[in-house]
């Protein structure tokens, strides 16, 4: 499907290819079962196709960030559920280049494109939105830290052989990577999920984990708003353009059916107010594709913007997305309405983007913020 | 949220305490439209959030060919101008 996206990048095509070829007609079936297949995930993450921008130095493709959305927005227009493991991926082993030690982006992030997978941990009972409650917590032990707390709705933990794990460490903050076969960590699958049904979201428990200090990602002790800012910069442009997948699936179908279903004797897309939907659904996929485009300019150019671009295409991707979902099933209407069809899948899909990664209002709430702080004075 | 302009790293004997502090006033001067004290707390004046603190890692990292990675990565060395040109030259001669 993206394939026929203008201008598409030729960079990364036969990831695409490959994701196409492994995703095939299951995407429905896997979202109604609440389950992808862990030998898929594993292959695709040997190939380095889940986190695409790990450098080739540690064992990854090297790409750079607009042909890796560009791979992301193709999985997305398939199968939210392997698009959301791939944000996780990606966010971990950004996660672990920009703070772990030279040894730890070694290890790890060999492991991460050899079939290793990963998920990463930020949210608890008491800390959503409001990440700075967190209450996890490292306890230094001779050579060992000690890691206890409770993580909620870990997207693709119940696949993953690591857990990037955000804690309060010291005065400041810290990530350990947690085997998730180490004794004290529990998993507990987050049962039938709105959206994204088959991501293995799962609640974690950490009971007194002892790991050895080298798990901590560059010795640890980092501001903890500095910490999730860096994760969640990679995760929000991740997500943005896995919205713009949505989008695009959204407007595919949404064209399709209205050329093809008569009513009042002609195809539905004749009729005005149908037509209207289509041509909200193509402003829609344009507007998001650039602003996500944008972001990834500001990413590859390590522009100082690239934080606040990075929400914004979070915010109005998502937003679209959301809208573009539910403009998509009322396009198709009953023939959309049941569970299995690409729309419905979307609709519940795209709903949970305007949640994670910085909610619809947080986002608003630091776009409001930087509108303040570059407006000057007066 | 304009494209950042190319950003020009800046060669060794250009790194005095007083360049990297003339050049991250008018760093902060284009981006917060205020003229700011090299001891003004950026934070406690409500200039700048944690966001605009990775804004300015992101900057500092790039203009000066410097990691700042480790406890390094803590707000109170982009709590002034002063702290980051200390940072600046502590990781440039480290
Ligand atoms: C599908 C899915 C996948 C997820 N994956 C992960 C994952 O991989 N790792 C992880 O750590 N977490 C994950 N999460 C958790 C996710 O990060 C949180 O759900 C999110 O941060 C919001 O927190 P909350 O659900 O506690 O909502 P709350 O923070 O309780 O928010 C409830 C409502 O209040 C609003 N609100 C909260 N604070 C403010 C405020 N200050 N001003 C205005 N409005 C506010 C919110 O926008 C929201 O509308 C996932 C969640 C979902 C649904």
């Not at chain 1, 980092?222 to 699936?249: D, E, H, K, M, N």
């Amino acid at each position: 499907m993206a394939e026929q996206v203008a201008g598409l990048a030729p960079e990364l095509a036969g990831e695409r290819a490959l994701v196409s070829e492994l995703v095939g007609d299951q995407a429905g079936p896997w979202d109604l079962a609440g389950e992808l297949p862990a030998g898929l995930l594993r292959k695709l993450g040997a190939h380095g196709v889940l986190c695409a921008e790990v450098p080739a130095a540690y064992g990854g493709l090297g790409a750079a960030s607009r042909p890796s959305g560009e791979l992301t927005a193709h999985a997305g227009s398939l199968c939210s559920s392997l698009r959301s493991i791939m944000t996780s991926q990606g966010m971990a082993a950004w996660t672990i280049q920009r703070l772990g030690d030279r040894e730890q982006r070694r290890r790890y992030l060999a492991d991460l494109t050899s079939g290793q997978l990963a998920a990463v941990a930020f949210s608890e009972p008491g800390a959503g939105s409001d990440l700075s409650a967190l209450q996890t917590r490292t306890s230094p032990a001779g050579d060992s830290v000690v890691l206890d707390g409770e993580k909620m709705w870990v997207t693709g933990a119940r696949y993953a052989d690591l857990l990037v794990v955000l804690a309060r460490h010291g005065d400041g903050a810290a990530f350990a990577v947690v085997p998730a076969s180490a004794p004290g960590v529990r998993l507990e699958p987050v049962a039938d999920p709105v959206g994204c049904r088959a991501a293995g979201h799962s609640h974690v428990r950490l009971d007194q984990v002892t790991l050895p200090a080298s798990s901590v990602l560059g010795g640890g002790g980092q501001s903890l708003p500095l910490l999730f800012t860096t994760a969640l910069s990679y995760g929000r442009i991740s997500v943005a353009w896995g919205c713009v997948g949505i989008i695009r699936a959204c407007l595919a179908a949404a064209v399709r059916h209205a050329r093809r279903r008569e009513q009042s004797g002609r195809p539905i897309a004749q009729h005005q107010l149908v037509a209207r939907h289509l041509a909200e659904l193509l402003t829609a996929e344009q507007v998001s594709t650039r602003v996500c485009e944008h972001a990834s300019r500001c990413w590859q150019d390590t522009s100082p913007d690239m934080v606040m671009a990075a929400v914004l295409a979070k915010h109005v991707s998502a937003g679209h997305a959301a809208r573009s979902a539910s403009t998509a099933v009322q396009v198709l209407a009953s023939a959309g309405a049941q569970d299995g069809h690409v729309v419905a899948r979307a609709y519940r899909d795209a709903k949970l983007m305007e949640i994670i990664e910085g909610s619809n209002e947080i986002c608003q709430l630091l776009l409001a913020q930087h509108a303040l702080t570059t407006a000057g004075p007066g | 949220m304009t494209t950042g302009q190319a950003i020009t790293p800046v060669t060794a004997e250009a790194v005095t305490a007083e360049a990297v502090s003339e050049a991250l006033t008018a760093f902060l001067a284009e981006r917060i439209k205020t003229e700011v004290a090299p001891d003004q707390d950026l934070f406690a004046s409500g200039l700048a959030s944690s966001m605009f603190a990775m804004q300015l890692v992101v900057h500092l990292e790039e203009t000066y060919d410097i990691a700042i990675i480790g406890p390094e990565l803590k707000l109170d060395n982009f709590r002034t101008v002063q702290a980051m040109t200390a940072l600046v030259l502590r990781l440039r001669d480290g």
